[in-house]
């Protein structure tokens, strides 16, 4: 049973759906503009693909192992480090670890791109280590696999 139609008195069950629309009135499953299919009646198909005929970003995150990007801020916190030879002050900085968004377009007509989730279309992007200093609490700055034996506590600051 269909409704609003121009013919016909849309508080009255009819079957017969009349309009001046031409074009699909979904919007597009990617953003808010509205579905480009020429066939107005085209939602009613079971599993219709509502898209807007344009290019899209893709929103999910970057499936790469490893970090996307550290975030360093100062804290207003200064620290002291004594080690086996010396002690000196540091002003302590918060680290975040980032997941960036994929960035590789999606074509017109598509809901997905091919091929894995990226932040940068570099094919030598570096993702850095998950690992953090057991002293200090920082993460490693090394690219991913770069060492498997890590070499005194402040040597990958």
Aim: aromatic share 8%; with cysteine; glycine share 6%.
């Amino acid at each position: 049973m269909l409704w609003f139609t121009h013919e016909l008195c849309s508080d009255v069950d009819h079957f017969r759906h009349e309009c001046d629309a031409r074009f699909c009135s979904v919007p597009c499953q990617l953003c808010k503009r509205l579905c480009s299919d020429q066939d107005h009646m085209h939602g009613l198909e079971p599993n219709a693909i509502h898209l807007c005929g344009q290019e899209h970003l893709c929103t999910a995150v970057c499936s790469a192992p490893g970090i996307c990007e550290i975030e360093t801020a100062p804290q207003s916190i200064e620290a002291t480090f004594t080690g086996k030879n010396e002690t000196f002050q540091y002003t302590k900085y918060t680290q975040a670890a980032k997941r960036l968004k994929c960035i590789k377009p999606i074509a017109p007509g598509a809901t997905k791109h091919r091929g894995s989730h990226n932040h940068s279309l570099d094919k030598k992007v570096v993702h850095f280590c998950e690992d953090r200093c057991e002293n200090c609490g920082y993460f490693c700055t090394l690219p991913l696999g770069k060492l498997d034996v890590v070499i005194g506590p402040y040597y990958l600051i």
